[in-house]
């Protein structure tokens, strides 16, 4: 009982909306702007960046509200869908822009962050490929792409040629098995 009315608040909240009502998405956004500023940051991990990003996702959920499709879920997995993609999106763009600042010597390649003028670290330097070289050869390959290639989960699925359930199994497994291997 309790879960219809929420359904029905959604949906009457969704029709204020599609007709443009500031106040219904002044509300929209103070419920849910914490967390998906939650997620944004968690992604691109800078606090000034995730503001910025925030205020462009409300902007594309105001402009793009006619694309949410109640019958493929609730309007707040599509939010969080819409912020999650933006912060990635971001985060390759500055991809795109970093590579102008890669610098090479005779061994090795270093990308230099402009914003803070510094050398971001090398995981070959401070031991984590070491770690994630003893893992099982299907689990290093993901924690390979996800995390050192920048691939997101599904990037990473197609990339394999596995079904996407499969390649989040084995990160989470992975995962569980470096935090096992940095305990010893």
């Given at each position: 009982?309790?879960?219809?009315?929420?359904l029905?608040s959604?949906?009457a909240?969704?029709?204020?909306?599609?007709q443009?009502?500031?106040k219904?998405?002044q509300?929209?956004?103070d419920?849910?702007?914490?967390?998906?500023?939650?997620?944004?940051?968690?992604?691109?991990?800078?606090e000034?960046?995730?503001?910025?990003?925030?205020?462009?996702?409300?902007?594309?959920i105001?402009?793009?509200?006619?694309?949410?499709?109640?019958?493929?879920g609730?309007?707040?997995?599509?939010?969080?869908?819409?912020?999650?993609?933006?912060?990635?999106?971001?985060?390759?763009?500055?991809?795109?822009q970093?590579?102008n600042a890669?610098r090479?010597?005779?061994?090795?390649v270093h990308?230099?962050?402009q914003?803070?003028n510094?050398?971001q670290?090398?995981p070959?330097?401070?031991?984590?490929k070491?770690?994630?070289?003893?893992?099982?050869?299907?689990?290093?390959?993901?924690?390979?792409?996800?995390?050192?290639?920048g691939?997101?989960?599904?990037?990473a699925?197609e990339?394999l040629k596995?079904?996407?359930?499969?390649v989040?199994t084995?990160?989470?497994?992975?995962?569980?098995?470096?935090?096992?291997?940095?305990?010893?």
């Open positions: 009982m309790k879960r219809q009315s929420s029905v959604e949906s909240l969704l029709e204020k909306l599609v443009r009502d500031q219904a998405f509300w929209l956004y419920q849910y702007s914490p967390a998906l500023y939650g997620v944004v940051l968690r992604i691109v991990r800078e000034e960046h995730a503001q910025d990003i925030l205020q462009d996702v409300f902007i594309k105001w402009k793009n509200l006619d694309a949410y499709d109640a019958n493929k609730r309007l707040f997995t599509w939010m969080l869908n819409v912020a999650r993609n933006t912060a990635i999106d971001s985060l390759r763009s500055n991809k795109t970093l590579s890669i090479t010597d005779e061994e090795n990308i230099v962050d914003q803070h510094t050398e670290p090398n070959d330097h401070i031991g984590i070491e770690v994630v070289d003893k893992l099982r050869p299907e689990r290093k390959q993901l924690i390979d792409l996800v995390y050192f290639g691939y997101t989960h599904e990037e699925a990339e596995l079904p996407l359930g499969t989040k084995r990160v989470r497994a992975a995962l569980q098995e470096l935090k096992e291997l940095f305990k010893l």
